[in-house]
């Protein structure tokens, strides 16, 4: 099941973007940025006491041009649309205002889970104040500081006590789940169509555990697999003809339930910035990875072209060199044949397990050819052993003698050294170090 989505909504200048930061900030455990990836500020994955799930802030919204009502409507809206709990942030000092009825009457007609922060509470004596707001009717009320941190233990607490429980699985544990992500008119849905229509072995069409997405069972060469088509957006018009951002929460929900994502790029118009910030999401995520360049029939090619646009994507992406490209078209379905090989393989990348006893070979073969770092000390860096603790990503842990002497560049030579060794084809690998008493 994806992760739960909590989202902040309010009217301007209650502070939702600080409280925001806040959900995001050192209290909640965060994926960290990886080199390379750029992030939006409009969402955050976030953790709290266990429970995983992700954050929108309605406060990223860009949308100057429109009347203030609009704006307030358009955002609530987005939070129906898009959250399982919304968190409506009110301004105490100010008190309760025509504006925040108006986006109270909109949530409750959503039958949404909804909790009030009434934000600015910096002091407990100005908790009175927060008791006018009950009269809103649609949820439970948390006096909260954004600049001072109060308050948010009772509030992440109540968000993620309303949130769905996990749902059983449908597919059996060999599924390859893949979800297709891209910006708008990259041909993802076209793709889509073209990896049903070749064999027409659909089982059934199920209703996704997230609300825009459709998962499609088929079957190709005894391989199960699930396609997670998040190319369509449920509802249309100038919501979300204003507000493309959103787009990025439902790839992320995809990405969360996969296990090999498709990485559609223009072959026609080439690489942009927001390619970059997509493919970042799926790395992040740990998910296997196939980068896809579509519509390769409409572009004037000559026997230099492919390797002139793989090396483009190398140098573009450089966070994710191990990704392999896939060429194609899914109008004519030039190439098309070459996808599901590709994707069977790197499902199998993910979920190699490697012998203790192999691992270590390879880890003492790797400080043999290039002796480990000598920190500003004077202190080596000793790896006694390694073991792999999980796969989907495979993720390994280095005993060693001071975690902080392992340099980043070090640890990248490992990572070659485990991916000459054992392949890992389009999947990231997390290595992780410890010192040898924990």
């Not at 041009?65 to 609530?76: C, F, G, I, K, N």
């Not at 649609?138 to 909260?144: A, E, K, N, S």
């Not at 993802?188 to 825009?212: C, F, H, M, Q, Y």
């Not at 080439?270 to 790395?283: P, S």
């Amino acid at each position: 099941m994806s992760k739960p989505v909590l989202a902040v909504v309010g009217r301007p200048n209650v502070g939702k973007s600080t409280i925001f930061n806040r959900l995001i900030g050192e209290r909640l455990s965060i994926v960290e940025d990886k080199p390379g990836v750029t992030r939006d500020r409009i969402y955050s994955s976030a953790e709290w006491l266990h429970h995983q799930f992700f954050i929108i802030d309605t406060g990223g919204i860009e949308m100057t041009d429109e009347p203030l009502l609009t704006q307030m409507r358009m955002q609530a809206e987005l939070a129906v649309d898009e959250a399982d709990v919304i968190c409506f942030v009110v301004d105490g000092r100010q008190g309760m205002t025509s504006a925040d009825e108006e986006v109270a009457r909109l949530l409750q007609r959503s039958n949404k889970d909804v909790i009030v922060a009434v934000n600015k509470m910096d002091d407990h004596s100005m908790h009175e104040k927060i008791y006018e707001f009950y009269s809103l009717g649609i949820g439970d009320v948390y006096p909260v500081s954004g600049s001072h941190g109060l308050g948010f233990g009772d509030l992440l607490d109540a968000a993620c006590s309303m949130f769905p429980l996990d749902a059983d699985d449908p597919y059996e544990e060999d599924t390859i789940r893949m979800s297709l992500i891209g910006r708008p008119n990259v041909g993802k849905s076209s793709l889509v169509n073209a990896i049903l229509g070749e064999e027409r072995v659909i089982v059934s069409s199920i209703p996704g555990t997230t609300r825009d997405a459709v998962d499609t069972p088929f079957t190709k060469e005894d391989q199960d697999y699930v396609v997670i088509d998040t190319a369509g957006m449920r509802k249309k018009g100038k919501v979300y003809e204003s507000t493309e951002k959103y787009s990025v929460l439902r790839a992320l929900k995809a990405i969360d339930r996969s296990d090999v994502v498709l990485m559609v790029l223009d072959g026609e118009e080439g690489i942009i910035e927001q390619d970059k910030k997509i493919a970042g999401y799926a790395h992040e995520a740990g998910r296997a990875v196939v980068i896809v360049v579509n519509k390769w029939d409409a572009v004037e090619k000559d026997d230099k072209t492919m390797n002139e646009f793989e090396e483009k994507i190398r140098g573009e992406f450089q966070y994710m060199d191990y990704a392999p490209i896939v060429f194609l078209s899914a109008k004519t379905k030039q190439k098309l044949h070459n996808l599901l090989p590709v994707v069977k393989e790197v499902s199998e990348s993910q979920n190699m397990r490697i012998k203790t006893n192999v691992l270590n070979d390879v880890i003492v073969d790797a400080v043999t050819s290039n002796p480990t770092p000598v920190g500003h000390s004077g202190r080596r860096l000793r790896i006694n052993y390694a073991t792999q603790v999980s796969v989907a990503p495979p993720t390994f842990v280095l005993f060693v003698n001071d975690p902080e002497l392992m340099h980043f560049s070090y640890r990248r030579y490992i990572e070659n050294n485990l991916r000459r060794a054992f392949g890992f084809v389009g999947t990231p690998i997390r290595i992780l170090e410890r010192k040898k008493s924990d």
